[in-house]
C-alpha cells in the first residue's frame, strides 16, 4: 500500500487526492480552495460539535494536506496521519507555515503511531474507501476508540457500496495509461478498495468502546459516520 501511494504523490498527488481534477492540468487554486468546503460538509453531514481551538485532532489521510491546512486553522494541535511517505514529504513542503501540525508516517493498518486517550477528535475524508479489506477498515475505527478522550468523535467516510470497488476500466482507458495520458494504477487493490457493512462498522465502534452517534448517506460510497466516546471508559 505505501509503494503503490508513494508512486501515485509522485505521478500526480493532487488528482489521486481529489479525482475531479483535469489529470493532465490540475486546478491547484481549486483543489486548495476545496479543502475547507470538504471539511464543513462532512461535519456538517454528520453534525459534529464546531471544534473551539483548544482540541488535538488526528487526520487519518492526510495526503499533502489539503483538509489538514482547514483543521490546523480550528484546532490546537493536528496529528496529520499517512501512509505514504513521498505523500508526507509533499504535505510539509506545501504547508511548511503549519507549525501546530505533527505528519505522522503510518503503517496502513492500525493507529499505532498515535499514543492512548490523546486526541479529542478524528477525521478522514476519502481514505478508508481505498483499503481492500474490509477488516482493515474496522480495525481502524476499533483503534479510534483507543486514541480518543472520553467524550471525543469521529467524523469519517466509508463505501458501502460494493459496486464501486469492481474493476470496470476499458481497454482504451489502460492503454492511455500506459502512455502517461491518464491516470495509473486505477485497476490496484489499493485504488479499488472495498466496501463495508454498517453492522460489522457498529460492532467494531463497539468493541472501541464508540457508541454511533450519526450516520449519513447510508449504502452509497460516501457513507458518513460520526462516533462518539463514552464520557466514562
Same mark, same amino acid.
Given at each position: !500500500?505505501?509503494?503503490? &501511494?508513494?508512486?501515485?504523490?509522485?505521478?500526480?498527488?493532487?488528482?489521486?487526492?481529489? +479525482?475531479?481534477? %483535469?489529470?493532465?492540468?490540475? +486546478? @491547484? +487554486? *481549486?483543489?486548495?480552495?476545496?479543502?475547507?468546503?470538504?471539511?464543513?460538509?462532512?461535519?456538517?453531514?454528520?453534525? /459534529?460539535?464546531?471544534?473551539?481551538?483548544?482540541?488535538?485532532?488526528?487526520?487519518?489521510?492526510?495526503?499533502?494536506? *489539503?483538509?489538514?491546512?482547514?483543521?490546523?486553522?480550528?484546532?490546537?494541535? =493536528?496529528?496529520?496521519?499517512? =501512509?505514504?511517505?513521498? !505523500?508526507?514529504?509533499?504535505?510539509?513542503?506545501?504547508?511548511?507555515? @503549519?507549525?501546530?501540525?505533527?505528519?505522522?508516517?503510518? %503503517? #496502513?493498518?492500525? @493507529? $499505532?503511531?498515535?499514543?492512548?486517550?490523546?486526541?479529542?477528535?478524528?477525521?478522514?475524508?476519502?481514505?478508508?474507501?481505498?483499503?481492500?479489506?474490509?477488516?482493515?477498515?474496522?480495525?481502524?475505527?476499533?483503534? !479510534?476508540?483507543?486514541?480518543?478522550?472520553?467524550?471525543? &468523535?469521529? $467524523?469519517?467516510?466509508?463505501?458501502? +457500496?460494493?459496486?464501486?470497488?469492481? *474493476?470496470?476500466?476499458?481497454? *482504451?482507458?489502460?492503454?492511455?495509461? /500506459?502512455? #502517461?495520458?491518464?491516470?495509473?494504477?486505477?485497476?490496484?487493490?489499493?485504488?479499488?478498495?472495498?466496501?463495508?457493512?454498517?453492522? %460489522?462498522?457498529?460492532?467494531?465502534?463497539?468493541?472501541?468502546?464508540?457508541?454511533? /452517534?450519526? =450516520?449519513?448517506?447510508? #449504502?452509497?460510497?460516501?457513507?458518513?459516520?460520526?462516533?462518539?466516546?463514552?464520557? $466514562?471508559?
Amino acid at each position: !500500500m505505501e509503494s503503490f &501511494w508513494d508512486e501515485r504523490a509522485r505521478e500526480n498527488a493532487e488528482f489521486f487526492v481529489d +479525482d475531479r481534477l %483535469d489529470y493532465r492540468n490540475p +486546478d @491547484l +487554486d *481549486r483543489f486548495w480552495a476545496g479543502g475547507e468546503k470538504a471539511v464543513d460538509r462532512l461535519l456538517a453531514e454528520v453534525e /459534529a460539535p464546531a471544534l473551539a481551538g483548544t482540541e488535538t485532532v488526528l487526520e487519518i489521510g492526510c495526503g499533502i494536506g *489539503r483538509l489538514t491546512r482547514v483543521l490546523a486553522e480550528r484546532a490546537e494541535h =493536528v496529528l496529520a496521519l499517512d =501512509v505514504s511517505a513521498e !505523500m508526507l514529504r509533499r504535505a510539509r513542503e506545501a504547508n511548511p507555515r @503549519l507549525g501546530n501540525v505533527e505528519w505522522v508516517h503510518g %503503517d #496502513g493498518e492500525s @493507529l $499505532a503511531a498515535i499514543g492512548d486517550q490523546s486526541v479529542d477528535a478524528v477525521v478522514s475524508l476519502v481514505v478508508f474507501q481505498h483499503l481492500h479489506d474490509p477488516l482493515v477498515t474496522l480495525a481502524y475505527v476499533t483503534e !479510534m476508540g483507543r486514541v480518543l478522550r472520553p467524550g471525543g &468523535w469521529t $467524523a469519517f467516510q466509508v463505501s458501502n +457500496d460494493p459496486s464501486v470497488h469492481e *474493476r470496470s476500466r476499458s481497454l *482504451r482507458q489502460r492503454l492511455a495509461s /500506459a502512455a #502517461g495520458r491518464a491516470p495509473r494504477g486505477q485497476d490496484h487493490p489499493a485504488w479499488l478498495g472495498a466496501s463495508v457493512e454498517l453492522g %460489522d462498522l457498529e460492532a467494531a465502534a463497539a468493541a472501541g468502546g464508540l457508541e454511533v /452517534a450519526k =450516520v449519513a448517506n447510508p #449504502g452509497t460510497q460516501f457513507c458518513l459516520v460520526r462516533l462518539q466516546a463514552t464520557t $466514562a471508559r
